[in-house]
Each structure stands twice: as C-alpha cells, then as structure tokens.
C-alpha cells in the first residue's frame, strides 16, 4: 500500500502558509470541489485552468521563487503563463499513477479552509485542501488559489516557488534557511540544480544517485529524503522501503512526514504505529471510509477479527462506492462463518460493480473452502 504521492517534480517545499484572499459561500465551495474532482477524473486541463485561478497562484509562487521586488514582477509575468502548463503535468502524473478523486465535504485544516478532495492512487491515498478565492467573475466567484497535499504536508505553491529557485541559482542564503546554513557549500548548491534538471529530463535514477551521494547530516534532512522517497516510489520497491526506514530514523516525530511513514509501519508490521497514524490523519482529515479500511487492514493483521469486521462495516456505509471496503468486509465476514451475511456482501459486489460470480471463481480458494461448502452459498450460488 502506497499512500505517498509523487507531486509534480523537483518539490523541496519547506515553508508554509501562502496569500489566501475572501472565501466564498459554503455552496460555491462545494460546486469548486466537485468540480476540481470532475475535471481530474476526465483528465480535463481545461476545465482545470479555468478553476484555478492562474494569478492568485502565480502570486503565491514568486513570494517563494522571487528575491527582489524587480524579480518577482518579472516571476509573476512567466508564472501567470506557465500555470496551464503546471496543470497538464500535474495531470500526466496522476495519470500515470492511475488516480481518481472523490469531493468528501468542506474542511478546516492548520488554519486554512476549503474543499477537501481525496484522490485514490492505485492502492494508496491522498488528501487534497482546495485553498479557494473569490475571483469575482460573472460564472462563478470561487476559484483555487492553491492546493494543499496531505503527502507532503505543503501547498503546491511552495512546491513549485521552491523548486524555481533551485533550478535556477538559489543564493548561499535561500538554502541555508531550508537546509541550516552549517550544511551549504558550492557542491551541495550544484548537486541540488543537477538534481532539479534531471528531474526535469525525467532522468529519475540519476536525480536519485546525486542526492544518495550528499554527504553528512544533509543526506537524512527530511527534505532530502522526501524527495528521495518520490524517486524511488518510482524506481524500485525496495528502494522505496529503505528510504522509507530512513525517514522513519531521523524523523519519526515531525507529523509533516506521518503520513508518509505509514506505508513503512505496515512494512514493518509495527501495527500499534500504523493505528496511530491512522487516528492522526483522521483528527487532521475527518471522518472518512478510507480510515476506517485502514483500521480493518490494522485489527485483521492482528488477527482481531471482530474488530476488524466492525471498522469494515463502518467504512461501507460511510462510502458504499468504495469496493476495497466491500472485499474487506466479505473477508471478515467469511472468516467470521457469517455466510448469509457473505453472500449479501457478493450480492452487493456484483450488484454495484459489475461482478458476475460463479462456483468456479472460490474452487481452491483457502478462503472460501468452509464458505463454499454452506447452505447459504449454494443456495446463492445455485439459484436460477
């Protein structure tokens, strides 16, 4: 289970906050996060160019990316124009990582406030805050002025101000207040924009080895190692794991990488980290079917099967549309001897997602071998 999102390239964000103008209503937030939903699922950039707000982005961007005032006219000029080219890459790569986003409600986080998306990356998650702005157009007042990911803990303007300045010629000064001054010198400045182009290149192995070869105490900054975890979730199962034991090392205790580390607690089978983490999100996100399949997962590795069907049961019917939730609860169920409660959740499998059963899809399942042999199933299973 991956919950980590790779986010659009080159993204070592530090810093928090961003320009955040008037709000508009409560219904203007939930029709922009339907609509942002909508247009990621049809892979749309032009409806996703028309709801962020390109200048209030831009703006956000160059207060990270511009040095002098001179500067960040000239940024916010470029930026103004490159926000649609931001958005398609943004869209390829949820694309590649086969991901769909569900609106869930508006939600207040950290101060700021906005629909909250959850995109649903393959077998993981992420958690998307639509940072809003009333744009005062004549369609519709509510705009994104910028976007907040739960994997990373930053908002994308940071994500994107940041890796300006590193691709560019970032001063002695801009790095030392991301990494310590006590850490930069001439080689690390130029391995920094070495790995900003190769990123650009899609050279992942290469952006990888350069920032593997820091050396000292910067090798295992979380910024590091955040952006080496984005490389190799791409690269290498196994790479991903170590990078992931690394973090976990060195920064097990900062909540900005929580949610990240909780792909390395079931690795590791460290159950009571994993419930943990799962409870921290929830306090931070909400109630969610998602957390609730996750506790699942947690109790039926500890073998608490009870436990495990009632946080299963919980999660379909927070989100009856999600499947993982319905297979979880059909596995607790049979392992529960639960057989008519079994075959409703079959008849729900196929009755809203396609499915059409037959006796020769249990035949040699462990699972199912006591199932198989019920009253209930063959009365299921047999019936004209």
Do not use: C
């Given at each position: ?18 320009a ?31 709801l ?20 960040k006219?000239?940024l ?10 931001i ?20 939600h ?7 629909p ?24 519709s007042?509510?705009r ?13 303007s ?8 590193l691709?560019?010629?970032?001063s002695e ?23 900003a182009k ?11 080895d ?10 295992n ?30 920064h ?16 590791e089978n ?36 009870d ?59 462990p699972l ?17």
């Amino acid at each position: 289970m991956k919950t980590i999102l790779a986010t659009i390239a080159l993204g070592l964000a530090a810093f928090s906050g961003g320009a955040i103008a008037a709000t508009p209503s409560d219904p203007e937030l939930v029709e922009l996060g339907e609509a942002y939903a909508l247009a990621v699922n049809q892979r749309d950039t032009n409806a996703l160019d028309t709801l962020i707000s390109a200048q209030h982005l831009a703006e956000n961007i160059v207060e990270i990316a511009g040095d002098s005032a001179e500067e960040k006219q000239i940024l916010l000029a470029t930026f103004r124009k490159e926000i649609p080219s931001i958005n398609r890459r943004m869209l390829v790569e949820l694309d590649r990582q086969n991901t769909s986003a569900i609106y869930l409600r508006i939600h207040e986080f950290n101060g700021m406030r906005g629909p909250l998306v959850r995109y649903n990356v393959g077998g993981g998650y992420n958690y998307v805050l639509l940072i809003p702005v009333a744009v005062g157009r004549t369609d519709s007042v509510a705009r994104i002025s910028d976007l907040y990911f739960a994997t990373s803990g930053e908002l994308m303007s940071e994500t994107v101000g940041i890796a300006t300045q590193l691709a560019s010629s970032p001063s002695e000064t801009f790095l030392g207040k991301l990494f310590g001054a006590e850490q930069i010198n001439r080689e690390f400045v130029g391995q920094i924009q070495q790995v900003a182009k190769l990123r650009q290149e899609n050279r992942l192995r290469e952006a990888y080895d350069v920032l593997d070869q820091t050396e000292g105490g910067i090798r295992n900054h979380r910024l590091i190692l955040m952006n080496t975890i984005q490389i190799a979730s791409q690269l290498d199962e196994a790479l991903y794991r170590a990078e992931l034991r690394r973090l976990a090392e060195h920064h097990n205790d900062d909540p900005r990488v929580a949610f990240t580390l909780l792909d390395h607690y079931f690795y590791e089978n460290n159950l009571d980290k994993a419930m943990s983490i799962i409870n921290l999100m929830e306090r931070s996100y909400g109630e969610d079917g998602v957390f609730n399949l996750l506790r699942a997962n947690v109790e039926f590795a500890r073998g608490r099967i009870d436990a495990a069907r009632d946080y299963a049961k919980k999660s379909v019917q927070l989100e009856p549309g999600n499947e993982d939730a319905h297979w979880t609860l059909l596995t607790t169920l049979v392992q529960s001897e639960m057989y008519a409660e079994s075959v409703a959740e079959l008849k729900a499998l196929e009755s809203g997602f396609g499915y059409a059963f037959a006796r020769e899809n249990f035949d040699g399942e462990p699972l199912y071998a006591e199932f198989i042999k019920s009253d209930e199933f063959a009365a299921w299973i047999d019936a004209p």
